[in-house]
């Protein structure tokens, strides 16, 4: 089966907006600059937007040097580049990795922003995967995370608004496979790239926040929970969506076609 990329997204700081690129560089780490950043408590806990929804109004942009984030919520933008410095210990849902703080004035804008005391962490390290032998930045378990449209289309006529792809914060969105095509894809081969899916994305609260407003409803999750629930790592989730692991780097296009296997 041949599956056309129709979008691939990159999130330069985890849980805030996306930035859509047509073309992107898949590293062994997921697509480049995904994730490379996070917001941490001062206990080093991550920030998310299942307990801060306003994080969906950070609009990030990153060119490997400079970091921007503009929001409807500050007069300004953060305009920092980025700095090394010596690894702090932080956490992703209690799992241990490191990042380097990016400074006070980081700092005191996102916390004003976000009315909650954060600091902005980059990146450093290595941190395996769940499963499967692969590494990721500041994502949740595994690097690349992948939606078919069709599963989305699906999903729209068993609610009463349309959602956006957004709702799903995918890497790259395919079409070609069907609806749910992708739960039985184990590979995605082309132009010397392979990705291996190796788990289904069990989704949260977020997906019921609009990206556009923080606002939150009940639906995606109350419809998905009718018919896409399932047993993945020995629990009970809703299942919408796939997760896999690098196994060939390069570049990646919309407009690619990968063949799915």
């Given at each position: ?135 990721l930045a500041f ?108 196994r060939a780097t ?12």
């Amino acid at each position: 089966m041949i599956a056309v990329v129709a979008e691939l997204n990159v999130f330069p700081v985890k849980s805030a907006g996306a930035v859509a690129l047509t073309e992107a560089e898949l590293t062994p780490d997921g697509l480049r600059h995904d994730r490379e950043f996070m917001l941490v408590r001062p206990d080093g806990r991550h920030l998310s937007q299942r307990e801060v929804p306003e994080l969906a109004l950070l609009r990030p942009a990153y060119d490997g040097v400079k970091l921007t984030v503009s929001t409807p919520l500050a007069d300004t933008p953060l305009v920092c580049a980025a700095v090394d410095g010596p690894p702090l210990d932080v956490t992703v849902h209690k799992r241990p990795c490191q990042g380097v703080d990016q400074g006070d004035d980081a700092a005191r804008w996102f916390s004003a922003v976000l009315g909650a005391p954060c600091r902005l962490v980059r990146f450093t390290g290595t941190r395996p995967t769940r499963l499967g032998g692969g590494t990721l930045a500041f994502a949740d378990g595994y690097p690349v995370s992948v939606l078919s449209a069709e599963s989305l289309d699906d999903l729209n006529r068993r609610v009463e608004r349309p959602l956006p792809l957004n709702r799903f914060r995918p890497n790259i969105v395919l079409r070609g496979l069907g609806p749910y095509g992708e739960d039985a894809v184990t590979r995605l081969r082309g132009g010397g790239v392979e990705i291996e899916l190796v788990r289904s994305t069990g989704r949260c609260v977020i997906v019921n926040t609009d990206q556009e407003t923080a606002r939150r409803a009940p639906e995606p999750l109350r419809a998905l929970g009718r018919y896409r629930t399932g047993r993945v790592d020995g629990g009970r989730e809703i299942l919408f969506g796939r997760l896999g692991i690098p196994r060939a780097t390069g570049a990646l296009r919309v407009g690619d076609e990968l063949a799915a296997t």
